[in-house]
């Protein structure tokens, strides 16, 4: 049983680092260099703020909303927005 435990968890893993991949190749081609640059420096620093941004990006990409490449000023314009609403949230409780 504990092998049988292993390989799910196996699988499981590997799952997660084929949707990992799948996110940063779709990442790369919807984000400039530079913004794409940002989003690494920003999960270094703030993993949760990068997570946000890249569920928000990866949204609009498969709704067909997003029509040109984010440059880094729009990623800068999605980040602050996002931590303002993070903000919020904490001031609320």
Not at 2 to 14: K, P, S, T
Not at 21 to 49: D, Q, W
Not at 65 to 74: H, I
């Amino acid at each position: 049983m504990a092998e049988y435990l292993d390989m799910n968890q196996l699988q499981q893993m590997q799952q997660m680092k084929q949707i990992e991949e799948m996110k940063k190749k779709i990442l790369s081609k919807i984000l400039s260099k530079e913004a794409y640059e940002r989003l690494g420096r920003v999960r270094f620093a703030n993993p949760e703020l990068a997570a946000q941004a890249e569920l928000y990006l990866l949204q609009i990409h498969q709704s067909g909303k997003l029509k040109e490449n984010v440059t880094d000023e729009q990623m800068k314009e999605i980040l602050k927005l996002l931590s303002e609403k993070r903000e919020l949230r904490i001031k609320k409780k």
